[in-house]
């Protein structure tokens, strides 16, 4: 069993930073495509970005693109987000999310592990 487990949310203004962390349990990590995810109050989850493990590969939502940064630290079993230029819009419970490739996945349904969540909010 995989667990996933986010910190760094919080409340910042428009304009500012904030770096999610999502450190997973397990011996494999740099053999699983890392995700990070959102929803919104009223909206679906949706995809963010995500991070290959063999090679690190990056890929963004278009939203996001320019603003945010996936990477990981395979040795700490750690994948991070750093959001810049941060937005109103932006406001969501982040979940980072797992599964055992090394290929780029962007659906929900791609992965299998994800973690509980953490709430960042954005004030305009």
């Known amino acids: 069993q995989v667990q996933l487990v986010e910190s760094g949310g919080g409340l910042v203004q428009a304009g500012g930073s904030l770096r999610l962390s999502c450190t997973a349990s397990g011996r494999t990590f740099r053999d699983w495509t890392m995700g990070w995810f959102r929803q919104a109050p009223g909206k679906e989850r949706e995809f963010v970005a995500g991070?290959?493990?063999?090679?690190?590969?990056?890929f963004y939502s278009d939203s996001v693109k320019g603003r945010f940064t996936i990477s990981r630290d395979n040795a700490k079993n750690t994948v991070f987000l750093q959001m810049n230029s941060l937005k109103p819009g932006d406001t969501a419970i982040y979940c980072c999310?797992?599964?055992?490739?090394?290929?780029?996945?962007?659906?929900?349904?791609?992965?299998?592990?994800w973690g509980q969540g953490t709430q960042v909010t954005v004030s305009s």
């Open positions: 999310a797992a599964v055992a490739t090394w290929a780029v996945r962007t659906s929900i349904s791609d992965y299998t592990y």
């Open positions: 991070i290959v493990g063999l090679g690190g590969r990056t």
